[in-house]
């Protein structure tokens, strides 16, 4: 199918011609910040676009408007874009940088629900078309609870905001969650979709925009040493793990009701599942690759049992990092009776030609052992043991893992003789380190995925189709988990609940430890 361009994109003719290494630069244009006084746009967004200035990614004439109810001036929110910068911006602090940014940075105080506020807005980002030459081409980011998007999509088309004119592009950018469950997920994108095109909607998954993710495909289709390999006749499991050494910190509002599994396998490890075990995509446009992705995450199949085939926890005081600290439910702004899960794990199939019988299993948690997220694909062991198993005790399965963070890479883990008089195998690992293959450091994920939001690049941002297959795997196991009770308490430090470990024991397996 053709894929649709967008005012402002590159055309698809133009774009098989041109020399992907060549930096991308945003043309002119102006992002609108909502949720501009979140945590988010603190840690993450605000600091992405001064790294995106810093690397001339950005275009002389760039806007960036803070919407917030606060009763800033333009310089107050300048102000707190600048600590924002300064405290987690990745690359060093340029003067220079930094007045030509924030000479675009203007603030409009006000409600969600408040027309005046909106037509404010709208005379805003004209002003900043007339002095700076953003060329009507606007961004709405909303980094808003998902409750706020009708308000704020309904305000947009009321204020004219929201239509594309022939020269200049209209964008929604939209965080997750994409909704609780399919049905809420859909009524969300129904309103959505009431006022911008599918092609002008970027739904964030960050996970999408790290390098390491990225690379799973280049792994995979870029080379002919994996594919071979990559499917049921080699592949006894594949693990995905995204580990987090933090517990809720100031998110309870946000994180509880919503708890591991919604919060991140709906969306960030499915979306690593659906990279491992989609097919080549015909070519490296936004549909061929997202049809792939969708074809795998259709055929996801959950197992018949949900209560041995999913494990919960939550969290208990414990020690990290050397320090002592409280278990979920005493933690600020949590009931005591809260019933959240703080991990989860899942055994799921993917009932394709490549995959069938091949289980693949996620797990993700707060306050475990340490932060480490990575897909490792266990390889089957070798049919005829020739090496007694004295001589291989310490030998595992062959697995090839690619390490996502924070030591980013890939290891290859094979069985090799050890040195001496003796026939012995042992594991031993060959290592791909980003820090060592490349002098160019990684940009953060945002860095890239707010890049391709101006440029218009869609291939690295979810459609619905892809948001409501997730939440088709998700929605039985959340249905059981509220049958069950309650999750299962673990140390904090430690590696999840051990329902999670009988999980895999079960099927004669064990998790890897990262
Ligand atoms: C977010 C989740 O999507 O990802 C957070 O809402 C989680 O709960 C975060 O902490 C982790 O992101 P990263 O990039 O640090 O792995």
Redesign the pocket.
Known sequence: MKEPVMPGAVPNPLRDVLDRRLPRIAGPSVLVLFGVTGDLARKKLLPAIYDLANRGLLPPGFGLVGFARRDWAHQDFAQVAHEAVREHARTPFREDVWRQLSEGMRFVPGELHDDDAFDKLADTVRELDADRGTGGNYAFYLSLPPKLFPTVVTQLKRSGLAESEEHAWRRVVIE?PFGHDLKSAQDLNAVVDDVFPPQSVFRID??LG?ETVQNLMALRFANTLFEPIWNRSYIDHVQIT?A?D?GVGG?AGY?DGIGAAR??IQ??LLQLLALVAMEEPLSFTADAIRAEKEKALSAVELPEDLETATARGQYAAGWQGGASVVGYLEEEGIPSDSTTETYAAIKLGVNTRRWAGVPFYLRTG?RLGR?V?EVALVFQRTANRVFSHTATEEQGANSLVIRV?PDEGVTLRFGSKVPGAAMEVRDVSMDFSYGESFTEASPE?YERLILDVLIGDPPLFPRQEEVELSWRILDPIEEHWVKAGRPEQYESGAWGPKSAHELLARDGRQWRRP
Request: proline fraction near 0%; charged fraction near 40%; aromatic fraction near 12%.
């Open positions: 997750k960050h996970y790290k995204m987090e933090i998110r994180y919060d991140v969306n960030h707060k932060r997220t963070q994920a």
